[in-house]
T-cell receptor, first 112, second 115 residues
Framework: TQLLEQSPQFLSIQEGENLTVYCNSS?????LQWYRQEPGEGPVLLVT???GGEVKKLKRLTFQFGDARKDSSLHITAAQPGDTGLYLC????WGGGNKLTFGTGTQLKVEL | EAQVTQNPRYLITVTGKKLTVTCSQN?????MSWYRQDPGLGLRQIYY???????DKGDVPEGYKVSRKEKRNFPLILESPSPNQTSLYFC??????????????FGSGTRLTVV
């Protein structure tokens, strides 16, 4: 069974601070996806990274896929209260069911 | 609007009473999947479907059934619900998982309580 460990599990910061969330596994994935989930709603896709070492930016969010395609990170610059939510990484393996394995999640709270 | 629609959003039922949670997508996606989300356990896959009439078990399929008779619909069936199936359920779809995948679109969820 493939596992994805996220750290930290909880993060409470002040507006304007920077933060990094890590997603680690001992398994190789074909792609790594990041989602954000609001209470009572379904996860919403933020980004998909496919190539080892790939870096993608989405405004103040920077996503990186590890060279070995086993880990990923999400960096938020100058966090805002609107960034509050549950961040989930998910690894996908193409072929044989294309299963999406979710990480344990990072609950982020950004306060004024 | 491109979306995955689940119904109902909330459901309280009694042990043993068969129920169906519907899921429909309007994006012509080939791949559909069901997940349950529980505190401390995260999102776990129940069943998935690669295309019409093609379904397979995920990580936690016990007590659930699915069918994929049409491309757009993927209902989740609980033949005899039990309290341990109390959970938040999500349906998700994807165009075609693989190098050209744009990720998954999730429904808004169904909160099921079995008493």
């Amino acid at each position: 069974t493939q596992l994805l460990e996220q750290s930290p599990q909880f993060l409470s910061i002040q507006e304007g601070e920077n933060l990094t969330v890590y997603c680690n596994s001992s398994s190789v994935f074909s792609s790594l996806q990041w989602y954000r989930q609001e209470p009572g709603e379904g996860p919403v896709l933020l980004v998909t990274v496919v190539t080892g070492g790939e870096v993608k930016k989405l405004k103040r969010l920077t996503f990186q896929f590890g060279d070995a395609r086993k880990d990923s990170s999400l960096h938020i610059t100058a966090a805002q209260p609107g960034d509050t939510g549950l961040y989930l990484c998910a690894g996908e393996n193409w072929g044989g069911g294309n299963k999406l394995t979710f990480g344990t999640g990072t609950q982020l709270k950004v306060e004024l | 609007e491109a979306q995955v629609t689940q119904n109902p959003r909330y459901l309280i039922t009694v042990t043993g009473k068969k129920l169906t949670v519907t899921c429909s997508q309007n994006m012509n996606h080939e791949y559909m999947s069901w997940y349950r989300q529980d505190p401390g356990l995260g999102l776990r896959q129940i069943y998935y479907s690669m295309n019409v009439e093609v379904t397979d078990k995920g990580d936690v399929p016990e007590g659930y059934k699915v069918s994929r008779k049409e491309k757009r619909n993927f209902p989740l069936i609980l033949e005899s619900p039990s309290p341990n199936q109390t959970s938040l359920y999500f349906c998700a779809s994807s165009l075609k998982p693989g190098p050209r995948s744009y990720g998954y679109t999730f429904g808004s969820g169904t909160r099921l309580t079995v008493v």
